[in-house]
């Protein structure tokens, strides 16, 4: 990778390689927060937030707590034959984690497609040849992508008759 900063491109300080301190006498829990708290220090409050809350519910002892604390739940609710105000709030608790859930993966998601463009389009500047037209193609027209793929299937075409 090129060293020197060109115009458009990322910066340095969002350049800089991840740092993983070591398991210190078997305490990892401050590692993975500062490991979390350096992804997201560029991020806004609200972006940081949402990539939290991805990337805490992809852990398995978060899965397990919630698996636990569901059946715990279900077995109190069988118990005291299922009380209509438990069943209300049960129903509303999760459509709202629904919700939330949705606009975090959603946000992540598109942020790390974001960026995986970026990638792509900085391959493309960097490769000798490569068709620079196609830097930033997921921002044009619905007719300049049509273009551009029935020029890409008439190349592969002619490539395959050749």
Request: charge should be neutral; hydrophobic fraction near 45%; aromatic fraction near 4%.
């Amino acid at each position: 990778m090129c060293s020197r900063a060109r115009p458009g491109s990322v910066s340095p300080a969002i350049r800089r390689p991840l740092v993983v301190k070591r398991q210190v006498s078997g305490d990892w829990s401050g590692t993975r927060r500062r490991r979390i708290a350096h992804r997201t220090e560029q991020l806004s409050a609200t972006s940081s937030f949402l990539y939290r809350i991805e990337h805490y519910s992809t852990l398995p002892g978060v899965a397990l707590t919630v698996i636990v604390t569901m059946v715990c739940l279900v077995a109190a609710g069988a118990a005291l034959g299922f009380p209509s105000g438990w069943v209300a709030a049960f129903e509303v608790a999760v459509s709202a984690v629904t919700l939330v859930m949705v606009f975090a993966i959603q946000h992540t998601q598109g942020r790390e497609q974001a960026a995986t463009q970026r990638k792509l389009d900085e391959l493309l500047r960097a490769l000798p040849g490569a068709d620079e037209s196609l830097m930033m193609l997921e921002e044009a027209p619905q007719e300049v992508l049509r273009e551009v793929e029935e020029d890409q299937r008439d190349n592969l075409s002619d490539a395959l008759v050749e």
